[in-house]
């Protein structure tokens, strides 16, 4: 099953890179916060989730050139593809205000709010420095929750985390929040976006080892 699953996502890779052909590439590194390369081959560099990334048509590279997961490189490309969209505004909605995200809500819980809050349950600092480490800064003034951080997924794709830590003489445990831009489906779609945090849970906790 696991082989069978790869070939679909690396056949799905295939398709997105036909999606980028023909992209004026000066053009959409300004709308995607990259930076163009003319090549050859012609390319685009930009961070996700603080580790350089250069792609091209040809192939999606980390900057030393490991090769990158499929599964990320379709979150890359459909990024790429989308050519850009309206810059985030700093205006925030849950995954619940998307459109056709209600499917999605529960796996964003199980995959990112809820492991998070697991890992970095009394921990705040823990969570601050790690997030630190891949180009967080503090969200807006006025925040309700004990901690806020700006995370850049990719350039144009912040994340909003929110965490409220455990208060056990009150019966509360701990819990985290991810807000969006109200215009992220300009850059990605759903499935992608739900994708992009579960990496970045994954990425913070690495980074926590």
Request: hydrophobic fraction near 45%; glycine fraction near 10%.
């Amino acid at each position: 099953m696991e082989r069978g699953q790869a070939e679909r996502d690396m056949a799905l890779v295939a398709h997105l890179k036909t999606k980028i052909h023909g992209l004026d590439y000066p053009d959409i590194a300004l709308r995607l916060g990259a930076e163009f390369d003319p090549g050859p081959p012609a390319a685009l560099h930009f961070h996700y989730l603080g580790r350089g990334v250069v792609l091209s048509e040809e192939e999606a590279l980390l900057e030393g050139g490991q090769l990158i997961d499929p599964r990320d490189q379709i979150l890359l490309y459909n990024y790429v593809a989308s050519g850009g969209g309206q810059m985030p505004q700093g205006a925030w909605v849950g995954m619940e205000s998307l459109p056709n995200s209600m499917a999605k809500v529960r796996t964003l819980a199980a995959y990112c709010e809820q492991p998070l809050a697991g890992r970095f349950s009394g921990r705040p600092a823990a969570l601050a420095k790690a997030c630190r480490l891949i180009g967080a800064m503090p969200g807006p003034d006025g925040q309700i929750a004990d901690l806020g951080l700006v995370i850049p997924v990719l350039p144009f794709l912040p994340l909003y985390l929110l965490f409220w830590d455990e208060e056990p003489e009150e019966g509360f445990a701990c819990r985290i929040k991810v807000l969006y831009d109200q215009h992220v489906l300009d850059f990605l779609d759903i499935e992608s976006l739900v994708f992009a945090s579960e990496r970045m849970a994954e990425r913070l906790m690495e980074l926590d080892a």
